[in-house]
């Protein structure tokens, strides 16, 4: 016999879908729902349907845009240097970068990193549009930002490799010890990589 | 400038209100969203849109029930045992004791537990409405199944002098050592609830 109502139970097995959420945090969340009035609810379900038909990806950088819009303000700015282009995975690592305030190039997205295992393969990323960006813009530089990851390192490496013969610098961004971290915490590979890209004072 | 598009930004403002949801998870599962198909977003925000109109209170117990049912069947089935009634803080906390599968009385969902800073009040619990059931079913045990905290440890003395005049035995769940754990790491207030309800052999 089943304890709890059947719009509950669907409730706790539709949020247990979303990334990272287990079975514990769906009823959590379930609950607290239900304990919501109905208005607060329905502004919720709005927004979970309402998302895709709001959101659409710019043609030039894959950035998420608002839908209608073709080209992302972080590239059409005109305050924005063409000439240089951060290469992220995902839309919201934009948003990481942008946060920084420190970064007035523009983005280029790929959509995810190269992973064989999981059937992400080149040509499922946005590198084609990048090569072509380089040449059409005279891009003088391109920033590797992938993530600091098994994935995100062989990403960045092909992505050099296609870069390679063109006439463009090609960056990554540093490695080392994070922010506020003790030097005894830190991991034998951050560390490693910290004494690899030492800079001279 | 906003780096978002609004409807994402909406979606992660809407998902950040659930309990325990900062803005990183808010952003890690608006991302996921957008990234499934419409059909599954169409059935998540249906779940939230009908869970409270799918799910309605006992009217002897305050277990959630489906809609339309006045009785939970936790009380109605004639296998469970009226005498015995597990006093419980939230609708949740029976699905914890029914995994169990070793409790066979009823239960009285109280609804919360009192916290006077909270503005959680005596009247504000269905206490009246569980001394009613321990007259009216003649009780013969009331199980105290609050939460091990302050608010709870409060509700349970709380109702424990509520039932007082009736002639009913008033037990609490034992307090001790949880499964699987190394006595060394137990902390202090556990190990002196342990040794304080020590049992001969």
């Known amino acids: 016999m089943s304890v709890l ?8 097995v539709e949020l247990g879908q ?14 607290h729902l239900l304990k919501s009035d109905q208005n607060k609810l329905s502004r919720l379900a ?10 659409a990806f710019c043609s030039k950088t ?4 608002e839908s209608g819009t073709d080209v992302s303000p972080l590239y059409s700015d005109p305050a924005r240097d063409k000439t240089v282009v951060a290469v992220v995975e995902d839309p919201f ?3 990481a970068l942008e946060k920084t305030a420190n970064f007035h190039g523009t983005y280029h ?18 590198i084609k549009e990048l090569v072509q960006r380089v040449k059409d813009d005279k891009v ?4 590797l930002a992938t993530n600091s990851s098994v994935e995100g390192d062989t990403t960045a490496l092909f992505v050099q490799k296609e870069l390679a013969p063109l006439d463009v610098k090609v960056t990554r961004l540093a490695r080392g010890l994070p922010a ?22």
């Open 109 to 126: 997205v790929l959509g995810g990193a190269l992973s064989p295992l999981d059937g992400v393969t080149p040509d499922q990323l946005h």
């Open 46 to 55: 709005d927004s979970i349907s309402d998302v895709k038909s709001g959101v």
């Open 180 to 201: 506020g971290v003790d030097l005894e915490y830190a991991d034998q590979i951050t560390l490693s990589r910290a004494l690899e890209g030492r800079q001279s004072l």
């Open 93 to 95: 690592d934009v948003l």
């Open 140 to 143: 003088k530089e391109v920033i």
């Open 5 to 12: 109502p059947k719009a509950l139970e669907t409730l706790i």
């Open 18 to 31: 979303l990334p990272g959420v287990g079975p514990r945090s769906a009823e959590r969340y379930a609950y």
């Open 62 to 65: 894959f950035c998420l845009v």
